[in-house]
Each structure stands twice: as structure tokens, then as C-alpha cells.
């Protein structure tokens, strides 16, 4: 049920997600942020069952930390990150699977902004724009339409809005609440939110 | 220069490898680093745009099968290698390890390995036979060169105890005190490198990959004083980085080394040195 949604730009990516946590006919919170970050320029975002969302990205978030930790400072780049966590969905995968379906998104010097789609099949790939869950039906057409090499961080934020808006105005699922987050050579900040995470 | 002045007190604690003597020293360790003092010399280089291996053949019979590959220089990876001095049987073991290391790291990241990772493995496994175990330790020093994109080409020195440490010239095997002295002074001995401005980028003391070889070469010539320096008798490899961004392993034909020496001999010969 949760939407998750990924443009990149020149320079950098956005993310968005829904706010929020439900099951059955309870809305448990609205506030929710399913954006982690793994290191200082990439964030994963992670739709599923809440028990394997902060499961999974903690795990992953952890060990990047420590890799880091441990390397004296060495950085795994977007592209290595977005490979451990498919290595670990891998593994994973005919034990006891993560049902989480992730876009990756982080910033490199060499490589600029980069997003990358992994489905809980473990499944790996490089993209400029994505979408996981229901809101893909609705989304991905205005993404495919609207996306363009060389991007500002304004228009790609525009075009997560343009898709948000769709998703308030066509999808069944009530989803008032996004966070939308950006990832550029500054590192990650929040954009925007329907309701603040920290509160209560 | 490390003088090892043992007391007959040694004999207590020198044939296990977990013990320290009253001194505070591990003999077993010192040893094996001794083992490799009588083993054929390699010289390293790190230069501007490359790095040079040069290592003395040891030719101990004439019955011997010339070698298909090479008994001094390994491939660990893409982007590395190494030079072994020491026991080779020991040395075999601890490249299989760097191997699959680099192996392990390329499949769960889909990158190359950074090289002081690698190296800081293979050193934490040598490390080990140092502490527990009761097993002796590797009677192998190696120097490993290698490119990576966090800081492009490096040149790194271990030995016996685990210690490793990164070098912009080095040498290990016999008579490796003589070689350094020399590359202490000739270092860096460039047009750019003759001022001693501070301020200068230190890229710009380092050698070319040409000069590097010629140097490594000089080097060679004096640690194995007393036998003519020739193709057969050394082994010069390079690393360098290639247009297309991966780097090129080449160890020199024998044609190739030949004109390296010939140079060597004509500017020793023009400059009157020693």
C-alpha cells in the first residue's frame, strides 16, 4: 500500500514516501518516515510491512556505518551500497525473505545523482526515475513523460508534486501525508513533510 | 638499522610464538623476518603515473624448467599485486587469501577492493600465527602495489608480524639496508624535485614511471653487488592505468629489460659513481 517515488536531477535525486503505517482497518500513525539514511549522501527508501522496512534498513544502515567506521573513513559509493543491500535481499531471499521494495538513492562526485530499484526478489537496476507499489499505475506514466537528462532540483521536485497530486486524486488509498526527501552534494535533507516525524 | 642482540635468556623464550621475552620481544616473529633477509630482493616504486616491482631472479640450479609465470610477482586482482620475498610455500597461502578477499569484495559490492583493505587482510591473517595458535609464522614479506579511486596508485610493504605500512620507495630481501640508503638519496632526484620547496606539490617530486625503472634497476645493481646485473637475473614488472580506466599488469620482455639496463650501465658509466 505504501508509495514510494524517486526522480533524479543534475547533481543529485529526491525521494518520496507516504507518511503512513497501517494495517487491516487501523491507521496506526501518519507521521511515519520510511526514508533512512545509510550514509552521509545516499538514503534508502523502503515500502513494505513495517516489521521488515526498520528491519531491513536498520540492518543495512548499520553495517554501512560500520564499514565506514572501520575503513577509516573510506566511503562505499551509491553503486556499492545499492549492491550490498542486493546482496543481502539475495541471501536472504530462500531463508526467510525481506519483503521490502526499496529505491536507493544517493550522490557521487564522479557519478552525480543516482537511484537504484530493488524489489524483494532482489532484483538490481539503475534508473532515472521509479516508483514502488500501487502508485507506479499512476506514476510512472508522468515520470516517463516528464523526466529529461540535465534537471533542476526544482523541476524534479515538481514532477514528484505532479505525481503526488495524481496519487491524491486517482488512488483509493487515502495517502495524505508525503515526505519528500533530497540527496545532492550536501548530503541528505527534508524538503517537505505532511506531518513531522519526530512529533509524538 | 635493527641490531638483534639476543641474550642466551632468549633461548627460553624463542621457540614459542605466544610468549614475549623479558625484553618485550617476540623472537619467533624476528626470525621469520630474518628468514627473509637471505631471500632474493624486491624493489618498489611508486611514481607518477605507475608503480615499478623489480625483483633479483634466484637461479639455483641451470636444470631448472624456465618458469611459465613467475615465481616473484603474483596477480591478486584487477588492480593489484604483489612482490613475494621469503618462503614461496608460505607465500602461496597468504595470495590465495588476498585472492578470494578480493574475490568476496568485488561480488558482494561490485567494485574493486581498496587496496589497503586488501592489504590490512592478508596482514590481520599473518597477524594471527603471532598471537595464537601455537603455529609459527609466515616467513614472507611482500610488497603489494595497486590502484584504487580513493587514492589512486599505492605502494604498501608487510612482513612476518602483521605490520604493514605504506611506502613511496621500498626494498625488502637480501641486502635491503643498502638499497634503501641508496633510494633515500636518489628519491625524487627529478628536475622538479632538485628545489627544496616546501610548498611544491609533492606529485611533483615523484618519479616518472621511466625514471622509476631506471632507479629500481640501480637499486638492484647494488644490492646484488658482485653478480652483472642482466635480463635473466631480475624481473621488472610495471602497473599503470590504461585510457580505459583499468589497469594494465606488465612484467618487462626481456628485450624491454635489457634496454633498461643497458641505460642503467650508461649513466653509471658517463657519471663516474661508485
Given at each position: 500500500?505504501?508509495?514510494?517515488?524517486?526522480?533524479?536531477?543534475?547533481?543529485?535525486?529526491?525521494?518520496?514516501?507516504?507518511?503512513?503505517?497501517?494495517?487491516?482497518?487501523?491507521?496506526?500513525?501518519?507521521?511515519?518516515?520510511?526514508?533512512?539514511?545509510?550514509?552521509?549522501?545516499?538514503?534508502?527508501?523502503?515500502?513494505?510491512?513495517?516489521?521488515?522496512?526498520?528491519?531491513?534498513?536498520?540492518?543495512?544502515?548499520?553495517?554501512?556505518?560500520?564499514?565506514?567506521?572501520?575503513?577509516?573513513?573510506?566511503?562505499?559509493?551509491?553503486?556499492?551500497?545499492?549492491?550490498?543491500?542486493?546482496?543481502?535481499?539475495?541471501?536472504?531471499?530462500?531463508?526467510?525473505?525481506?519483503?521490502?521494495?526499496?529505491?536507493?538513492?544517493?550522490?557521487?562526485?564522479?557519478?552525480?545523482?543516482?537511484?537504484?530499484?530493488?524489489?524483494?526478489?532482489?532484483?538490481?537496476?539503475?534508473?532515472?526515475?521509479?516508483?514502488?507499489?500501487?502508485?507506479?499505475?499512476?506514476?510512472?506514466?508522468?515520470?516517463?513523460?516528464?523526466?529529461?537528462?540535465?534537471?533542476?532540483?526544482?523541476?524534479?521536485?515538481?514532477?514528484?508534486?505532479?505525481?503526488?497530486?495524481?496519487?491524491?486524486?486517482?488512488?483509493?488509498?487515502?495517502?495524505?501525508?508525503?515526505?519528500?526527501?533530497?540527496?545532492?552534494?550536501?548530503?541528505?535533507?527534508?524538503?517537505?513533510?505532511?506531518?513531522?516525524?519526530?512529533?509524538? | 638499522t635493527t641490531t638483534t642482540t639476543t641474550?642466551?635468556?632468549?633461548?627460553?623464550?624463542?621457540?614459542?610464538?605466544?610468549?614475549?621475552?623479558?625484553?618485550?620481544?617476540?623472537?619467533?616473529?624476528e626470525?621469520?623476518?630474518e628468514?627473509?633477509?637471505?631471500?632474493?630482493?624486491?624493489?618498489?616504486?611508486?611514481?607518477?603515473?605507475?608503480?615499478?616491482?623489480?625483483?633479483?631472479?634466484?637461479?639455483?640450479?641451470?636444470?631448472?624448467?624456465?618458469?611459465?609465470?613467475?615465481?616473484?610477482?603474483?596477480?591478486?586482482?584487477?588492480?593489484?599485486?604483489?612482490?613475494?620475498?621469503?618462503?614461496?610455500?608460505?607465500?602461496?597461502?597468504?595470495?590465495?587469501?588476498?585472492?578470494?578477499?578480493?574475490?568476496?569484495?568485488?561480488?558482494?559490492?561490485?567494485?574493486?577492493?581498496?587496496?589497503?583493505?586488501?592489504?590490512?587482510?592478508?596482514?590481520?591473517?599473518?597477524?594471527?600465527?603471532?598471537?595464537?595458535?601455537?603455529?609459527?609464522?609466515?616467513?614472507?614479506?611482500?610488497?603489494?602495489?595497486?590502484?584504487?579511486?580513493?587514492?589512486?596508485?599505492?605502494?604498501?610493504?608487510?612482513?612476518?608480524?602483521?605490520?604493514?605500512?605504506?611506502?613511496?620507495?621500498?626494498?625488502?630481501?637480501?641486502?635491503?639496508q643498502?638499497?634503501?640508503?641508496?633510494?633515500?638519496?636518489?628519491?625524487?632526484?627529478?628536475?622538479?624535485?632538485?628545489?627544496?620547496?616546501?610548498?611544491?606539490?609533492?606529485?611533483?617530486?615523484?618519479?616518472?614511471?621511466?625514471?622509476?625503472?631506471?632507479?629500481?634497476?640501480?637499486?638492484?645493481?647494488?644490492?646484488?653487488?658482485?653478480?652483472?646485473?642482466?635480463?635473466?637475473?631480475?624481473?621488472?614488472?610495471?602497473?599503470?592505468?590504461?585510457?580505459?580506466?583499468?589497469?594494465?599488469?606488465?612484467?618487462?620482455?626481456?628485450?624491454?629489460?635489457?634496454?633498461?639496463?643497458?641505460?642503467?650501465?650508461?649513466?653509471?658509466?658517463?657519471?663516474?659513481?661508485?
Amino acid at each position: 500500500m505504501d508509495s514510494v517515488l524517486g526522480v533524479t536531477y543534475k547533481g543529485g535525486v529526491i525521494l518520496a514516501a507516504d507518511q503512513g503505517n497501517a494495517r487491516s482497518i487501523l491507521m496506526y500513525q501518519k507521521n511515519l518516515d520510511k526514508i533512512t539514511s545509510l550514509s552521509g549522501h545516499t538514503a534508502l527508501a523502503c515500502s513494505g510491512p513495517h516489521a521488515d522496512v526498520v528491519n531491513f534498513s536498520e540492518f543495512i544502515a548499520k553495517n554501512i556505518k560500520l564499514y565506514e567506521f572501520s575503513k577509516d573513513g573510506t566511503v562505499l559509493s551509491t553503486h556499492a551500497q545499492a549492491n550490498y543491500c542486493r546482496n543481502e535481499l539475495a541471501k536472504a531471499l530462500r531463508k526467510g525473505p525481506y519483503q521490502v521494495n526499496n529505491l536507493l538513492g544517493g550522490f557521487d562526485k564522479k557519478a552525480g545523482g543516482s537511484l537504484y530499484f530493488l524489489d524483494y526478489l532482489a532484483s538490481l537496476q539503475k534508473v532515472n526515475f521509479g516508483a514502488q507499489g500501487y502508485c507506479g499505475h499512476f506514476c510512472l506514466s508522468i515520470m516517463d513523460r516528464d523526466w529529461k537528462e540535465g534537471l533542476t532540483k526544482d523541476e524534479a521536485v515538481e514532477i514528484i508534486k505532479h505525481c503526488i497530486n495524481e496519487i491524491h486524486t486517482r488512488f483509493l488509498i487515502a495517502q495524505p501525508n508525503f515526505i519528500i526527501k533530497n540527496i545532492d552534494a550536501n548530503g541528505v535533507e527534508i524538503v517537505s513533510f505532511g506531518e513531522d516525524p519526530a512529533s509524538a | 638499522t635493527t641490531t638483534t642482540t639476543t641474550t642466551t635468556m632468549a633461548r627460553r623464550y624463542d621457540s614459542s610464538t605466544t610468549t614475549f621475552s623479558p625484553e618485550g620481544r617476540l623472537h619467533q616473529v624476528e626470525y621469520a623476518i630474518e628468514a627473509i633477509n637471505n631471500a632474493g630482493t624486491c624493489v618498489g616504486i611508486l611514481a607518477k603515473d605507475g608503480i615499478v616491482m623489480a625483483s633479483e631472479r634466484r637461479i639455483t640450479s641451470g636444470l631448472l624448467a624456465p618458469s611459465k609465470t613467475s615465481e616473484k610477482t603474483y596477480k591478486l586482482c584487477g588492480h593489484a599485486a604483489c612482490n613475494v620475498a621469503g618462503l614461496t610455500a608460505d607465500a602461496n597461502i597468504l595470495i590465495d587469501q588476498a585472492r578470494v578477499k578480493a574475490g568476496r569484495y568485488q561480488y558482494d559490492y561490485q567494485e574493486p577492493i581498496p587496496v589497503e583493505q586488501l592489504v590490512e587482510y592478508v596482514c590481520n591473517y599473518k597477524q594471527a600465527y603471532t598471537q595464537y595458535g601455537g603455529l609459527r609464522p609466515f616467513g614472507v614479506s611482500f610488497l603489494f602495489a595497486g590502484y584504487d579511486e580513493h587514492f589512486g596508485f599505492q605502494l604498501y610493504q608487510s612482513d612476518p608480524s602483521g605490520n604493514y605500512s605504506g611506502w613511496k620507495a621500498t626494498v625488502i630481501g637480501a641486502n635491503n639496508q643498502a638499497g634503501k640508503s641508496l633510494l633515500k638519496t636518489d628519491y625524487g632526484k627529478t628536475a622538479a624535485a632538485a628545489s627544496d620547496d616546501m610548498e611544491e606539490d609533492a606529485a611533483d617530486k615523484m618519479p616518472t614511471l621511466k625514471d622509476a625503472l631506471l632507479l629500481a634497476v640501480k637499486v638492484l645493481n647494488k644490492t646484488m653487488d658482485g653478480t652483472a646485473a642482466s635480463s635473466d637475473k631480475m624481473e621488472l614488472f610495471t602497473m599503470t592505468l590504461q585510457d580505459n580506466g583499468t589497469c594494465k599488469h606488465h612484467i618487462l620482455t626481456t628485450d624491454e629489460a635489457k634496454s633498461i639496463i643497458e641505460q642503467v650501465e650508461a649513466e653509471t658509466a658517463t657519471s663516474g659513481d661508485a
